[in-house]
C-alpha cells in the first residue's frame, strides 16, 4: 500500500485564493494558511505564540471552485489533504516549499457561523421529477419545502408534495415533512 501523509490543519486564509493553470484545463487555486500555535509561559503568567507555520494550500476541480467562491483574506479556516512538497530551482538556487493538496476546507465554526450554499442538488428518493432544493439563509425554501408547506418540484415551483407511500414494515418513505424532521431533531437531544 503506497504511503500518503494526509493531515489536518488550521489557522488563518493569509490572502484571497488565486487561479492558476492553463486555459481550457480543470480549475486549481491556491492559497497560504498561517498557523500559529499559542502556549501558557508559567514563568511570566501570560500567552505566548511560536512563530506562524505558513502551508500553501491547493484545490482542483470543483472544490477550487467553491474555494475561490467563499474564502477571502482573514477567514479561519480547516483544511485536510496530502501533505507534500514542491522543489524548484530559482536564480540558480533550489527552493522548495510545503504543500497541502487538499481533500476538503471549510470555515472553522469555532470562530462564527457559516451558510452553506449547495452546488449540486441530490434528486429525491421519492419519485420522478421531484428534487430537494437547497438550505438558502433568508430564502422561501428550506430542505425542499417552502414555509407554507408545499414541495418544489424540478422547475422552482411550488406545488402540492407528492403521496407518502408505505413500505413493507408500515414506515413512511423519506417525503416527510419538515416538522416531521424537527420533531426527530427534538427528540434526539438536538
Not at 66 to 75: I, P
Request: one cysteine or more; hydrophobic letters at 35%; proline letters at 6%.
Amino acid at each position: 500500500m503506497p504511503q500518503q501523509t494526509t493531515v489536518t490543519i488550521t489557522g488563518f486564509v493569509g490572502a484571497d485564493p488565486v487561479r492558476f493553470g492553463r486555459e481550457g484545463a480543470p480549475p486549481a487555486c491556491s492559497f497560504r494558511v498561517g498557523s500559529t500555535r499559542s502556549y501558557f509561559h508559567a514563568a511570566s503568567n501570560e500567552w505566548k505564540e511560536h512563530p506562524t507555520t505558513w502551508v500553501t494550500i491547493k484545490a482542483f476541480r470543483s472544490l477550487a471552485e467553491h474555494v475561490l467562491g467563499s474564502l477571502h483574506k482573514g477567514d479561519p479556516v480547516i483544511v485536510t489533504g496530502r501533505l507534500g512538497t514542491e522543489s524548484w530551482q530559482q536564480d540558480g538556487n533550489p527552493r522548495s516549499r510545503m504543500v497541502l493538496e487538499a481533500g476538503a476546507v471549510g470555515h472553522d465554526m469555532s470562530f462564527g457561523t457559516s451558510v452553506l450554499n449547495r452546488s449540486r442538488v441530490p434528486a429525491e428518493a421519492s419519485g420522478a421529477g421531484w428534487r430537494r432544493a437547497d438550505a438558502h439563509h433568508g430564502g422561501m425554501v428550506q430542505d425542499g419545502i417552502t414555509r407554507d408547506g408545499a414541495v418544489q418540484n424540478d422547475t422552482g415551483q411550488p406545488s402540492a408534495p407528492p403521496p407518502t407511500a408505505a413500505t413493507a414494515d408500515g414506515a413512511r418513505d423519506s417525503a416527510s415533512s419538515l416538522e416531521d424532521k424537527e420533531e426527530g431533531f427534538a427528540d434526539a437531544g438536538f
